[in-house]
């Protein structure tokens, strides 16, 4: 099909010579292509369009050798409001809409996302290329006062009575809220830098950030308590990189397999099809987490109340390729076991 070539071997080419080139390579749906990958301009998105841009320039040599692939960004609705939580600005594709604009009039080729942010229901004409190998999904508590950490086992003793925390996400809120209910919540938005700064500047105690984004901008070591799934599950998609483009462009589609990590694609799946099957907006908290281990996967559910008075979980598993399944079937369960009081006031919609 598709040639890679060792990173040797494009030395023994010359690029002005096409006659030297293998037909394989000349004949390449993408031969000489300019792509050009759109993705939001925060600190950690470059961080994460860098790292596919190197994975992709690993995997397909020739492509920045005889053309070139550039980042482009891109501002969204999510980037300009930040004074709301993205609760309250609601609306699908808050990070995606105009970067799939951009995709679909042809200005850009790719488009990488933070898997949590991007919607479950894409455009027909697009759609989710690979998913690269998943960083930590874990939540981590970043504290101001560092000395109030304890050795213990429970991984909120190091806030205080009434610590004021630092949170944007109704799902870490209603987990928190359900074992602490004397914790305090202020709306702080804004990339992770900005949210560390705000923390320092005593706006709040502490705050909840997702590992994988401390890890990805070498902050890692900024994360004092790391909390297992089983104590705060995680967001559906959490510490995942997806890659979007347009269904039609055969070439650049056949290029994206080498890229994909299939666990975690597996594991994408299943928690999509959970998000999807609960049909909730980002008003209602819910977690989905999945993770291969001997061969099986599971998928952990949750639904919560903002408040954290209610709180369900639910796991199932099978084989890994089932994934979407098992995101469909938890769905269910989690609406069934849901009291339909508790659901109309969580999703605002009778009918579950
Ligand atoms: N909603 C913002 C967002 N989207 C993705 C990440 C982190 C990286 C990831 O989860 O892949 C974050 C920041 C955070 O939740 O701390």
Redesign the pocket.
């Known amino acids: 099909m598709f040639m890679t070539i060792s990173p040797a071997r494009p030395l023994t080419l010359d690029p002005h010579s096409a006659a030297t080139l293998p037909a394989a390579l000349l004949t390449h749906p993408v031969f000489g292509r300019d792509l050009r990958v759109g993705t939001r301009g925060s600190p950690?998105a470059l961080v994460?369009t860098r790292s596919f841009m190197a994975q992709l320039g690993e995997a397909y040599p020739f492509l920045e050798i005889f053309g070139s692939i550039k980042a482009q960004e891109i501002s969204t609705r999510g980037d300009r409001d930040q004074s709301r939580r993205?609760a309250e600005i609601g609306g699908k594709g808050l990070?995606s809409k105009e970067i799939h604009e951009a995709l679909r009039a042809g200005r850009i080729d790719f488009a990488v996302h933070?898997?949590?942010?991007l919607e479950t229901f894409l455009p027909d004409d697009l759609m989710l290329g690979c998913t690269l190998r998943r960083?930590d999904?874990r939540?981590a508590l970043v504290l101001r006062d560092r000395g109030a950490l304890r050795p213990g086992n429970d991984p909120l003793s190091a806030l205080r009575k009434g610590a004021i925390i630092g949170c944007?996400?109704i799902r870490r809120q209603a987990q928190l809220l359900a074992r602490r209910p004397d914790l305090r919540f202020c709306l702080i938005r804004g990339n992770?830098q900005t949210?560390l700064n705000k923390l320092e500047a005593g706006e709040c105690d502490a705050t909840?950030?997702?590992l994988?984004?401390?890890n990805?901008l070498g902050l890692g070591d900024r994360a004092d308590v790391v909390f297992e799934p089983e104590a705060m599950l995680?967001?559906c998609?959490?510490?995942?990189?997806g890659i979007t483009l347009r269904r039609a462009d055969d070439g650049l589609r056949a290029l994206l397999p080498a890229l994909e990590d299939r666990a975690t694609r597996h594991a994408a799946m299943a928690e999509r099809a959970l998000l999807e099957g609960l049909d909730g907006s980002c008003r209602t908290p819910i977690g989905g987490y999945a993770a291969i281990t001997g061969g099986r996967l599971t998928l952990h559910g949750l639904i919560a109340s903002e408040d954290g008075s209610f709180v369900l979980r639910r796991s199932l598993s099978g084989a890994p390729e089932e994934g979407a399944a098992l995101g469909a079937e938890l769905a269910t369960q989690l609406r069934r076991d849901t009291p339909r009081a508790v659901f109309e006031r969580l999703i605002g919609q009778p009918g579950w």
Do not use: H, N, T
Request: aromatic content about 6%; hydrophobic content about 50%; charged content about 20%.
């Open positions: 950690l994460q993205l990070f933070s898997l949590k942010d960083e999904p939540d944007a996400s992770v949210r909840f950030l997702a994988a984004g401390l990805r995680p967001a998609g959490q510490g995942i990189i």
